[in-house]
């Protein structure tokens, strides 16, 4: 068809079905030949011309019948799981949730595929139920693998490319989940809230396992009659085989950048604390998964055998990507789409990156996501796609460009309002405001997610290193597997032509024996001299691995000295200079306060390295640490000050009593009177306290060396005592003041004493022990 007869889709005019049906158009491309070969095969007796011979054909009966049955059993589970997505939304929304319509299949028809409306549907409400049927698609077309493995390779390009662009993240659709969830919510409103979604992360942790590439994978089940009628390796040339595995970069990247973005949206939109808890515990699995997998992925290159030929080529082609246009032309039968170019710069362009190594620019993407999440209190709604530049004149159907991105062009943009609800029976589409103690709560579950990727990145780096010391062990295993085959081998043929040489010499044949004595002696030299090729290349190709095995440890030993909370740090730095300077002062209270309260054992990576994280003043550190030893009990984490730091704070606390002691020089030696115990003033302030209870105490009497006789205390030196106290107990963890008691005048009586006597024996043990 003309071009100008063609529809034209500009990018900020296409709606999510119109994205879906190019992303589908853009997949099968990247896809390559192959792909195109598997679609004749299974048409072929539809009007596509790709075998002209009936004979033919009929050889690729099986072939085709392979494919349509896996074809089959995809498109019904895929009506399965749109039906059980369409109830989860309704149930949450309301009847009148914008659900589109299946349309009514007759009686023993088979259904069709899903349309490109229906996908998109899936993909904004409910995006990993949309992955769950990929364990399905390979078990059913284990005859066909290399087409199963496009099936799933094209499902998860839908969900990675829709998301890439930042326009598609509808917090509307997205958060439904919480829908009916409010700050009060308890934890069995919050699991049922979330029981969906928690089952499809489970399901994908388990089923999302590294795509089989060639004749060889990572993760093959060798019992499996894989392949049995797949003939279409033959139709992959080596540069199609090029682009298939940066098809699988990008998947493995894009899966691992857009699961901690849809769990970082729903931790800032989901309006309580427990949810914020109960989303990062379900999400973790899938987490970790994604990263093991996009790690084994790039390592494969040096443990897989299939993929070593393709490392220099797949670096070059990866190079060549680096300058492809931001956006380009796609044209399918009747409209000319205009779309972004679905490359590893586009995820880079838009990526939370978990692994920083320099603070993040405030346009960057953690600057657009900390400012609409964590500094505003209104959930940030769906944003629309950036304006994009002009695409390239002439159409590329499908095919990477040449032209240089334009500078500073990616898919973001600013917030769009909302889409308001249809009618009266759907729930309200956006979350509530949610308060600034909610978006704290979410910040620090944040961080710690953080921290828990750059421990699963460094675990799969681990895991990396072991596989190829196995790989390194393996191919060692089998140069001497070679030889020794390679001499079994000849030995049986020696053995025969040595009869053969005997046989000629009982017949009288001397010549004709010399002659095969000489062949014997020729092949025993051959034999010979390849065996030691077979060990020499062995050997040069050991002496290679072994450096790149310790390029590997170097790597391994690199990272490990990485500090590990530094690109949390950074993140929480980028958040106070976005805030201008207020957000650090007002969220370290807040965590003290939150450990203080409750020691929560999932944000261990979090208290671990707090002081990395939030670079606290002293006494903040101080408090920090008195928070995590009052609630972490003696198994919870433990953070001390460094040598100069404690003597600066003995520092301070020395100029304070000084200056406290002025009016009264005895006072630090004065002893307060309860009952029959006599405790020191200046070890009364070392026992945790707060001051509530210390305030009662010093109106009990106290007796100093200068004076036997007990007086009280003038009230500002009292004061000057709680000051003291607050200093060195910035997080008091004794609290000794009897309930009910309140009203009573005798200080005695609101004081419970034997537990005041106990804790200053444990101090005394504690002081006598660390002088021994």
């Given amino acids: 068809m003309i071009d100008f007869l063609k529809t034209k889709k500009p990018l900020k005019e296409q709606s999510p079905a119109d994205k879906m049906q190019l992303i589908k158009l853009v997949a099968e491309e990247m896809l390559g030949a192959k792909w195109e070969y598997y679609k004749k095969i299974k048409h072929a007796d539809q009007g596509f011309n790709l075998l002209a011979e009936p004979s033919l054909m009929e050889q690729m009966k099986a072939t085709q019948s392979a494919l349509r049955f896996t074809s089959k059993n995809a498109r019904k589970a895929f009506w399965g799981t749109f039906k059980t997505a369409a109830g989860e939304v309704k149930g949450k929304m309301g009847p009148g949730a914008p659900i589109p319509e299946l349309p009514e299949v007759p009686e023993g028809q088979e259904v069709p595929s899903l ?172 987490i970790q998964k994604a990263i093991e997998n996009k790690n084994l992925f790039w390592g494969s290159f040096e443990t897989d055998r299939s993929k070593r030929v393709f490392a220099a080529p797949f670096e070059e082609y990866r190079n060549k990507r680096e300058s492809d246009p931001v956006i380009y032309k796609v044209e ?287 006494q903040f550190k101080t408090k920090l640490i008195q928070a995590l030893d009052k609630s972490g009990g003696p198994e919870g984490v433990k953070l001390v000050l460094s040598g100069e730091e404690k003597m600066e704070v003995q520092g301070t606390v020395t100029k304070l009593k000084a200056r406290i002691a002025q009016a009264k020089p005895d006072l630090f030696t004065s002893k307060l009177l309860v009952q029959q115990h006599m405790i020191p003033l200046e070890e009364l302030v070392e026992l945790g306290l707060n001051n509530e209870t210390l305030s009662i105490l010093l109106d009990l009497k106290i007796a100093s060396p200068k004076n036997p006789k007990p007086t009280k205390l003038p009230p500002q030196l009292a004061k000057g005592l709680m000051v003291l106290n607050l200093v060195i107990n910035p997080v008091p963890s004794n609290d000794l003041r009897v309930e009910g008691r309140g009203e009573m005048t005798d200080p005695v009586a609101r004081i419970n004493v034997p537990q005041l006597a106990k804790l200053y024996s444990e101090y005394v043990q504690r002081k006598a022990a660390t002088k021994k």
Wanted: with cysteine; net charge positive.
């Fill in 115 to 286: 349309s490109p409306g229906m996908d998109a549907f899936l993909l904004s409400w409910t995006p990993i139920k949309f992955l769950q049927n990929s364990k399905l698609i390979r078990d059913k077309g284990v005859a066909t693998q290399r087409h199963s493995e496009g099936l799933v390779a094209k499902l998860m390009f839908k969900l990675i490319a829709f998301y890439a662009d930042l326009g598609n993240w509808d917090l509307s659709k997205l958060c439904f989940y919480a829908a009916k969830l409010n700050e009060q919510s308890e934890y069995q409103e919050i699991a049922a809230a979330f029981e969906p979604l928690k089952n499809d992360l489970a399901k994908f942790a388990e089923t999302y396992e590294p795509f089989k590439f060639g004749k060889a994978s990572l993760a093959k089940d060798s019992s499996k009659e894989a392949d049995s009628y797949d003939d279409a390796f033959g139709e992959e040339s080596f540069e199609d085989q090029v682009k298939t595995l940066y098809l699988y970069a990008f998947i493995y990247e894009g899966m691992e950048q857009f699961l901690f973005r849809y769990f970082a949206n729903l931790a800032f939109s989901t309006p309580n604390r427990r949810a914020i808890r109960y989303l990062a515990t379900i999400f973790e699995p899938a």
């Fill in 332 to 618: 399918s039968k009747k409209t000319i789409y205009e779309s972004w170019v679905y490359n590893l710069p586009m995820l880079r362009r838009s990526a939370l990156e978990y692994r920083l190594d320099q603070l993040p620019d405030p346009k960057s993407p953690w600057g657009q996501f900390l400012t609409s999440h964590l500094l505003s209190a209104d959930p940030a709604p769906a944003a629309p796609v950036a304006e994009a530049p002009a695409a390239p004149e002439a159409p590329a159907t499908a095919t990477e460009g040449s032209t240089p991105a334009p500078e500073g062009t990616a898919p973001t943009a600013p917030a769009a309002k909302p889409a308001k609800p249809q009618d009266k029976n759907i729930m309200p589409l956006l979350p509530p405001p949610i308060p600034l103690e909610l978006r704290f709560n979410g910040m620090m579950v944040l961080l710690n997610q953080m921290l828990r990727c750059s421990d699963a990145q460094r675990s799969a780096r681990k895991l990396l290193l072991e596989r190829f010391k196995q790989r390194v062990m393996a191919d060692r295993d089998l140069a001497q597997k070679r030889v020794l085959e390679l001499k079994k081998n000849a030995e049986k043929r020696l053995r025969e032509m040595e009869r053969k040489v005997k046989k000629l010499e009982r017949m009288k044949q001397d010549e004709t024996a010399a002659v095969f004595a000489a062949d014997i002696n020729r092949f025993k030299a051959q034999v010979e001299e390849k065996g030691r090729s077979i060990l020499a290349d062995a050997t040069d190709a050991l002496s290679a691995q072994k450096r790149k095995l310790k390029s590997l440890f170097e790597d391994v030993a690199k990272e490990q000295a990485r500090k590990k909370g530094i690109s949390a740090g950074m993140v929480a730095h980028l958040a106070q200079d976005l805030s201008g300077g207020t957000f650090l002062p007002a969220f370290i209270p807040f965590v003290a306060k939150e450990i203080e309260m409750e020691y929560q054992k999932e944000l261990e990576p979090l208290y671990l390295n707090l002081f990395q994280v939030l670079t606290p003043n002293i």
